[in-house]
């Protein structure tokens, strides 16, 4: 069990929070693979689900991602080589996906504002 909620938002908020304070992203890769799967929203859709720690990552090591691991993206190669090509492609970001598997599903380059924004 993560510490993940049903509440969308602030499991949002808290991947905003805890990348901007650790400089990493997680994703669930194995080999060259990267786990993406269809969106909960939008019907042709792909959805590449990112976590803001290694452990809630983690806990999708399950069933069809078994043989899959959490490997970290530090935020600067997320900025200057996933935003751009994840967004030419259309699939959006699955964020901090709870044990239910339900997140907030963005577009790339709107999460690549909210990790880059300054708190006022």
């Not at 290694?54 to 080589?81: G, M, N, R, S």
């Not at 599903?105 to 504002?113: D, I, M």
């Amino acid at each position: 069990m993560s510490q993940l909620t049903a509440d969308l938002k602030a499991n949002y908020q808290l991947l905003v929070d805890e990348a901007r304070e650790s400089g990493l992203l997680w994703g669930l890769q194995f080999g060259e693979d990267w786990v993406v799967c269809d969106s909960n929203e939008f019907s042709d859709t792909d959805v590449l689900p990112l976590w803001s720690n290694e452990a809630a990552a983690k806990t999708h090591c399950v069933e069809e991602w078994a043989e899959y691991q959490p490997v970290a993206i530090d935020l600067e190669t997320f900025f200057e080589e996933w935003v751009n090509d994840l967004g030419e492609d259309g699939v959006l970001i699955g964020t901090n996906w709870n044990d239910d598997l339900d997140g907030l599903e963005v577009e790339p380059h709107e999460l690549a504002k909210d990790l880059a924004a300054v708190d006022e």
